[in-house]
């Protein structure tokens, strides 16, 4: 298991990316996917955090990201080569460069499991 | 002869959910193959919730530093004048070692009954005092000499130094002693304490003195890889502490005193708390490492006392603090009083939060969330009251409110909506309806359109990932000719997507499916053989979260379904598939995979009669 952590320019490129990674439709039409990594959208997450009154209502407005985020448990395992030698997990094509380094968990984490531990 | 799974006969262990075949009377085992990835709860048979696979044993040794050693000191209680050296003006009669002021600076010795560098437990009771007092050596010259002038017992924790014998010596002291006991901390050295460390009645302390990085270290506690919770209580009065193995695991801050729990990987086989220079004065104690084994299965008994197979979809608790109200995360009204660990929780720990809101203004808890609109989201909480009015008013996916009815029990309530702009959640008082005064833990908000197990959270939003529960059994454990797939099952939702059951032969080609269809009540049963489609029948008539007895007949041109007691649909024409070979609860591939309650699934090699199907289905 490896976890990352990515930042997409839209949600539409995320969902590209996504896509990629197999999916299927089913016989009523909806689409699942084939793959058993474990993918969860944060969107555009908040940077800082907006100010309500008492009522509720909007004081100041959260500050966003641009960016679309991910974060995903990645069902990948590190191989070795035909000389023993360690040929540890990537990233799948296309995601490496949209990956984001943090300390710590940041705004998610999977349930038991640490980033700083599993990253790539 | 027939595949087995539960029925109140549940055996899991990591990577495994067993399941047997009962061949008139001898047992096989059949297991699926288990995967999660995450942590993950559910409600233990004695209705406190749980963390799946948390093993039993505490790997720490003595995490409360209460082990302590045998007696060190002969006749302490001073029965007979023997075994102690008595300087100037000290007698012993009568059970008491006295001084009678003569002999200041001249002690009461035991020698060679300590070893330097160990810790040890020392008490002695002053029972009659005059005047002066007595200053306590564990070895001489000892860097820590506590003194006490006061009738009573006194109690220290010192190192040895210097050499191997105990004093007590008096300063004008007129008075007399007994009652002295001297025990090593930690007898079996499970410990080893870096420098600044010390061990305090039942903790472990950092005394802020170390001019480099120190721990209070135990070996061979972890395996590299695995996965652990770690728990502790810590009481820090300054500065930052960390938990760590060769890298950091977590560092805590004096905001987090209390209770902590925490998880993490294992990158080394020991286990240390560490101290920064100059910077870490406090305790901690209570500490427990233990493994989990994140893909263990779920045996739940939040409905049934037998138990139910839980098998839930991948989901995200947005809430970032779901037990800590006092985070400034949640937006509290300034007469809203938030008290942390102030009673027993669902846990069954002291960790519920109090929540008390008198019949004014400034009387909420609150969380707004954004960029959830449109999106079907169910908030989920456990509340009891505790004194207050017992209706209170929820928050709901924006400003909707909702008064639920508190009862002196346990409750959890959830609540299914769809998003407004702005996600406002939490509890209100509304001004006229009494004070408010209740229990509450775990809050969960998630996107899902009905409540799953609690996730924890503490500090960030948290995912607990899809389960799947696969590939039992082999060809020689089914009978593609005739056979009934059973199972007692209810889903988490009515539609939504399906949730298959398949006996197959490992491919597409050949199987028999029951599956909770995607659209609402609807129920499937449905047989390929070689490829080719030739039973598709459904029934429309039970919800599907209900508890449902079904059973699929398969044989050359019958096919029947079978619910709740009824026979409700048949299909007399049909071939039947072909080297069926797996059993698993999702499609062939691990996909579309079933979420829900299962209580039992059984795979009978044979057809059975009406009045057995009747028996068998009938709830």
């Known amino acids: 298991m490896y976890i990352g952590k990515y930042a997409f320019n839209s949600k539409e490129q995320a969902q590209d990316k996504i896509d990629a990674l197999g999916t299927e439709i089913d016989e009523n039409g909806n689409e699942y996917p084939t793959h058993k990594h474990s993918i969860v959208e944060l969107g555009n997450i908040v940077l800082e955090q907006g100010e309500y009154d008492e009522n509720g209502e909007e004081i100041s407005a959260p500050v966003l990201s641009d960016k679309w985020h991910l974060d995903v448990a990645w069902r990948l395992e590190d191989s070795y080569d035909e000389d023993g030698n360690l040929i540890e997990a990537d990233h799948p094509y296309g995601w490496k460069s949209y990956s984001e380094e943090i300390e710590g968990d940041g705004v998610h984490s999977f349930f038991g499991l640490k980033y700083d531990e599993l990253k790539f | ?619």
């Open chain 2, 1 to 619: 002869m027939a595949v087995k799974l539960g029925n109140g006969k549940w055996a899991v262990k990591e990577n495994n959910l067993l399941a047997y075949n009962d061949n008139s009377g001898q047992f096989f085992n059949k297991e699926f193959d288990f995967t999660r990835g995450s942590s993950a709860t559910y409600v233990g048979k004695d209705g406190l919730i749980k963390t799946a696979g948390l093993q039993d044993t505490n790997l720490v040794q003595n995490g409360d530093f209460s082990e302590l050693g045998s007696e060190e000191v002969v006749n302490g209680d001073f029965a007979t004048d023997s075994d102690w050296t008595k300087g100037a003006g000290w007698t012993i009669s009568g059970g008491a070692a006295i001084q009678d002021g003569t002999g200041s600076g001249s002690s009461l010795q035991q020698s060679n009954i300590i070893v330097v560098g160990k810790t040890y437990k020392i008490t002695y009771e002053i029972i009659e005092r005059t005047q002066g007092s007595i200053q306590l050596f564990a070895g001489y010259p000892n860097s820590n000499t506590p003194t006490n002038s006061t009738i009573g017992v006194h109690t220290h924790y010192i190192k040895a130094e210097g050499n191997p014998n105990l004093y007590l010596l008096p300063s004008n002291f007129i008075g007399s002693i007994d009652n002295v006991s001297v025990k090593q901390v930690d007898p079996n050295d499970e410990w080893t304490l870096g420098s600044g460390w010390s061990y305090g009645d039942g903790v472990a302390y950092s005394d802020n003195t170390q001019t480099n990085y120190e721990s209070l270290q135990q070996s061979s506690v972890t395996t590299i890889g695995k996965t652990y919770e770690l728990k502790f209580n810590l009481n820090l009065d300054s500065g930052v502490i960390q938990a760590k193995g060769n890298a950091v695991y977590e560092t805590y801050y004096p905001a987090d005193n209390g209770e902590i729990v925490s998880y993490f990987v294992a990158d080394s086989t020991f286990f240390r708390f560490t101290s920064f220079p100059n910077n870490t004065l406090g305790s901690v104690t209570n500490i427990s490492v233990k493994e989990i084994q994140v893909n263990t299965p779920r045996i739940d008994f939040s409905d049934s006392a037998d138990g139910a197979l839980l098998l839930e979809p991948q989901s995200t608790n947005l809430i970032q603090y779901s037990e800590d109200f006092s985070d400034s995360y949640w937006r509290k009204g300034s007469n809203t009083t938030v008290i942390n660990n102030y009673a027993i929780s669902p846990e069954g720990k002291q960790n519920a939060t109090r929540i008390q809101m008198p019949d004014t203004s400034g009387t909420f808890l609150d969380v707004n969330l954004s960029g959830l609109q449109g999106n079907t989201l169910t908030v989920s909480f456990y509340a009891k009251n505790n004194g207050g009015v017992t209706n209170i008013t929820t928050y709901l996916l924006g400003n909707n409110l909702q008064t639920i009815s508190l009862t002196d029990k346990w409750v959890k309530y959830d609540f299914t909506g769809i998003a407004d702009t702005d996600v406002r959640v939490g509890i209100d008082n509304i001004n006229g309806g009494g004070a408010v005064d209740f229990l509450l833990y775990g809050f969960q908000l998630e996107q899902l359109p009905y409540a799953t197990s609690y996730i924890p959270t503490q500090g960030s939003a948290s995912t607990r990932i899809a389960e799947t529960c696969t590939n039992s059994g082999s060809a020689q454990d089914f009978n593609s000719e005739e056979g009934v797939l059973y199972a007692e099952i209810s889903a988490l939702d009515n539609g939504g997507f399906d949730r298959y059951i398949s006996l197959d032969d490992s491919t597409s080609l050949n199987y028999v499916h029951l599956i909770l269809h995607a659209t609402d009540n609807r129920i499937v049963f449905r047989v390929n053989s070689g490829g080719v489609e030739q039973v598709n029948i459904s029934d429309y008539n039970f919800e599907q979260t209900d508890n449902l007895k079904i059973a699929c007949v398969y044989k050359q041109h019958y096919f029947s379904l079978w619910i709740n007691g009824i026979e409700r649909v048949t299909d007399i024409s049909g071939n039947i598939p072909i080297g069926l070979n797996k059993l698993n609860l999702s499609l062939f591939n691990g996909t579309q995979p079933f979420y829900g309650k299962v209580k039992n699934v059984q795979v009978f090699t044979k057809s059975l009669t009406d009045e057995e199907l009747e028996k068998l289905t009938t709830i």
